[in-house]
C-alpha cells in the first residue's frame, strides 16, 4: 500500500473500474471479506491503492484497468439484468457475444421491458451515468390498453405521488388513441420521457392513472438511441462519441482514452458470434412471442 495514504484511489473504486463489478458491490465483497490487498484480507473500502498495489479478489488478481469502453444494446423481453439469477432465468450478459468482454449494466430495466441498455466494462462510469445528476432523460414508448385521458396524462409534468412515493416531472404526450367505437380491448401508445427512472416508475404512474401496461421499450437513454438497432444486437460507442458526450467523466478522474487504431473496431456491431440470440429459456421465447404482436407504430390520428 502506498505509504502516502491519499495517493491513488479508493478499493472499490478501483475494483469497478477494472469492470469486475460496481462500486456498491464492491463494498459488499469487502465486508464479506473477499477481497485482499498486498497478502492481506480488507475489511473496510476505507482503503486508497495505487498501480503498485496487488490486489486479490476471490483468490483471483484483479484484472488490469482496459481502456473504458461504452456499448448500446437492445434489450429483448424475457431477460433479466442481473449478472446471476436465482430463479435460473436468463440474463442479459448470457445473451452478450463471446468477443464482448465483461461489463455492467447502466441501470436495469425490467424483466418485460426491451430497448435501449447501456453496457460499459468500466463500474465508475456505469454509477456516474445512473445518477440524475447528469441531467440525461430516458425517453419509452409505452403500449397501454383502452382509452387514456389526455388531461390526465399532461399533469404528470407538475409529478405525482404514488402509494406514498413522489415522482418528479414527467413529459407525457398521446402517441395514438383508438377511436371510441373501437372495442374496449383497443391500445393506446404514449411516449414518456424522464428524468429518474425509480424501479417500475412508468408501470406504478400509469396504474395511478387507471392504465395497464402492455409494452413497454425504453428509446433513448440521453444522448443514445436505440435507432434501428435489431433485438440482442450490440454496437460499441466510438473514442470520440465518448469523449464529446462524457468527456468530464474522464477529466474528473485523470481517465485518457486513447484512439483505436482499426476504425472497423471503434464502430464495431457485435452481431451474432458463437451465440444464438434468440435461444433462451423457455419462459424468454414466450415472452418474445407474446410481445411480437402489434410491434408497428401507427401515426396518432387526425
Keep these: 500500500m502506498s505509504e502516502e495514504k491519499h495517493k491513488g484511489e479508493r478499493i472499490a473504486k478501483r475494483m469497478a473500474r477494472a469492470g469486475l463489478c460496481s462500486r456498491r458491490d464492491a463494498e459488499r465483497w469487502i465486508g464479506e471479506s473477499r477481497v485482499k490487498v498486498n497478502g492481506k484480507t480488507i475489511d473496510s473500502p476505507a482503503l486508497n491503492v495505487t498501480e503498485d498495489d496487488k490486489i486479490i479478489v476471490d483468490g483471483k488478481a484483479l484484472p488490469s484497468m482496459e481502456q473504458t469502453r461504452l456499448f448500446l444494446y437492445h434489450k429483448p423481453p424475457g431477460l433479466v439484468t442481473t449478472h446471476r439469477d436465482e ?4 440474463t442479459v450478459f448470457e445473451e452478450l457475444p463471446d468477443s464482448m468482454p465483461r461489463v455492467v449494466s447502466v441501470g436495469r430495466l425490467d424483466l418485460s421491458t426491451e430497448g435501449l441498455i447501456l453496457l460499459t466494462n468500466d463500474g465508475g462510469l456505469a454509477r456516474h451515468l445512473e445518477l440524475p445528476d447528469t441531467g440525461w432523460k430516458r425517453k419509452y414508448r409505452v403500449r397501454v390498453n383502452g382509452r387514456v385521458n389526455e388531461k390526465r ?13 413522489r415522482y418528479k416531472s414527467i413529459e ?27 424501479n417500475r416508475e412508468i408501470r406504478r404512474v400509469l396504474e395511478a392513472l387507471g392504465l ?9 437513454y440521453g444522448p443514445f438511441s436505440l435507432g434501428k438497432m435489431s433485438r440482442g444486437s450490440v454496437s460499441e460507442v466510438s473514442v ?16 485518457k482514452l486513447n484512439k483505436r487504431t482499426d476504425p472497423e473496431k471503434a464502430k464495431r456491431t457485435f452481431r451474432e458470434n458463437n451465440k444464438n440470440f434468440e435461444k433462451s429459456s423457455s419462459k424468454s421465447q414466450e415472452n418474445r412471442r407474446n410481445t411480437s404482436k402489434n410491434t408497428k407504430f401507427r401515426n396518432k390520428s387526425k
Design 153 to 165: 396524462l399532461l399533469s404528470l409534468k407538475n409529478g405525482i405521488t404514488v402509494e406514498g412515493v
Design 87 to 90: 430463479q435460473g432465468r436468463t
Design 240 to 255: 470520440g462519441v465518448m469523449r464529446n458526450q462524457i468527456g468530464e467523466y474522464f477529466r474528473e478522474n485523470n481517465i
Design 172 to 198: 407525457a404526450t398521446l402517441d395514438v388513441q383508438p377511436d371510441e367505437r373501437e372495442s374496449a380491448g383497443a391500445n393506446s401508445w404514449i411516449t414518456m420521457t424522464l428524468r429518474e427512472g425509480k
Design 212 to 220: 395497464s401496461v402492455t409494452r413497454l421499450i425504453r428509446t433513448d
